[in-house]
């Protein structure tokens, strides 16, 4: 664990255990440990966190969008001014990834992170999704406590998040400095005083939905300056609505009261929850609950160590909008052996549940039962496996690249090449792996040599389509060329494969060799023709060369 911050338990894959997130500061990654059911935990991260922060400060575990699965953030330390980004940490350069996969750490990012939960297949985990930069809460300064809970009761979880640091030991101006005199001119007494500090304001973000929060930090005033770091919600007064509680350095707690019923009672109903376990686990500590009502589920588990050293109130806190009347509340018991539901419960209240009066939960009932997906697999359709090297275009002649260009394949293209009236599918190729085809016969797809098209190309291909250029009633290949593997820009021609009774003969089309991105046909000027352009990511124009 090393560095270990933050530290949130839920029951990620739904078997009936809780499983652990531990965010770690520093070089250690994050670790997901998914509980094994025999008093062990298994390490899951690699196989269901694509990339995690790299300072990870305090984390959360909670239901961002109502589906009855837990999402995970993490808090790490990006700003959001443009001059304080430059001032303050580097970022990775490309030796770092390089490392980090050689020694076995997973990929990690200064900034924020918004894992969001996928669901399960055949009951398995789908990997996260991670949204941070999408969902707008990214960069939010030297953060540490990030708690969601529905703090406009409008029935979906906002999130809160503190900040600030006495010390910021990553200004660049001061680790110029300090290497500069530290230990010649000048000793700790000296230096110690000149370490710049991070005194900013808390973030509140509003849950907009469709994974989308908005920066309300200004409306709901909380755009003090501080070092806050832990942080918890309660219902202080008891009106509804949930008030804000944060430690700070050097300065007394903030104590935020929630206006929220005061302003429109109407619009904002609430539910509290008071769940009364048997012994010794008196406030039912890693009991599920649902909310239902007729805008659908809201989702909840019972652990109070939130954010960042830190603990909750034990009390469940639902938002419900304009709805005054509850459907249903079940409340799934620790060890998924004994379920309590309520019927049409009125809002505005604090319910009690009692462990003790719940009914028995048989063993075949699962939480909750696989969905049948639209898709499947089916891999045993085609036989192809792709081969090309992990070319670091970074280390050559393109160093400030905003991501890679050298692996961009591998295309395909679908079309009926050999006039059976099927689809039959092209898959580009690069250095390594041929130009490969693929025909339909009997529903399968039969890998075939077709003369001078599934030929080992001088370039890799970045994108092609099927067309039929020359009007003679059967499909042409257009293949454009790009990455960063040749060094000589001449190598980068891009090719019609022009199909003569099922033989495809090689010709450069008419423009410039250059590193492309992409192909697409259309009729632009409606006089019946083929128009093509190429485009090209990294010259950002696009290319006329056919009509």
Partial sequence: MVFGLGLAIGDVNKDGYPDIYVSNDYVANDILYINQKNGTFKNMTKDLVSYQSRFSMGNDMADINNDAFQDIMTTDMMPESYGRKKQTINGNSYNNYVYNEKYGYEPQYV????????????????PYSEIGQMAGIFQTEWSWSPLFADYDNDGDKD?????GFPKDLTDKDFTNYKAQVYGYLVGDYDIIPKIPIVKVSNYAFENTGNLRFRDVTKGWGMSIPSFSNGAAFSDLDNDGDLDYITSNINDPAFVYRNHTMELNPEKHHFLKIKLLGTQPNTQGLGAKVSVWTKNGQQYFEQFLSRGYISSIDPVIHTGLDTISTIDSVVVIWPGHKARSVIYRVNADQMIEIKQSEAKSLPDSWLWPQDAQPLFRAQNDIINYTHLQSDYIDFFQMQNILPHKFSQAGPCMAKGDINGDSTEDLIVGGNLESATAVYLQRNGQLIRADIPGLTDMPAC????MILVDIDNDQDLDLLSVSGGYANEKESDYRHILYRNQKGKFVAEDLPCDPFIASVVRQADI?????????IGSRVKRSAYSIWE
Avoid: A
């Avoid at 999130?159 to 900040?163: C, E, G, P, W």
């Avoid at 890799?460 to 994108?463: A, E, F, W």
């Avoid at 000027?525 to 352009?533: A, P």
């Fill in 525 to 533: 000027d409606n006089d019946g023709d083929k128009d093509i352009f």
């Fill in 460 to 463: 890799l291909q970045t994108d």
């Fill in 159 to 163: 999130l809160l998040v503190t900040n």
């Fill in 111 to 126: 900034r924020n992170m918004l894992h969001v939960h996928n669901g399960l297949t055949n009951g398995e985990m789908i």
